[in-house]
């Protein structure tokens, strides 16, 4: 099963539609802040919160992810 997953994982990296980008933006006290906000207003966890404020920051708009709650 781990590998199958690997095997998937690896599919989609190499796939010339998907794009990884590393954070350019540090985060700081402020995107902490911000995160703490969107935590309460979307009502996400705060490691869910700190991404959706670091994605925001970045300027991406789609995302695709495992976890459910980034679906919103």
Not at 30 to 58: G, Q
């Amino acid at each position: 099963m781990l590998e199958t997953l690997i095997n998937t994982v690896l599919g989609i990296l190499m796939l010339d539609n998907i794009k990884i980008i590393g954070v350019k933006i540090g985060v700081n006290k402020e995107t902490y802040f911000a995160a703490t906000e969107l935590r309460r207003d979307l009502k996400l966890d705060p490691n869910d919160a700190l991404t959706v404020e670091i994605m925001r920051l970045s300027g991406i708009k789609e995302v695709y992810s495992f976890d459910q709650i980034l679906k919103k």
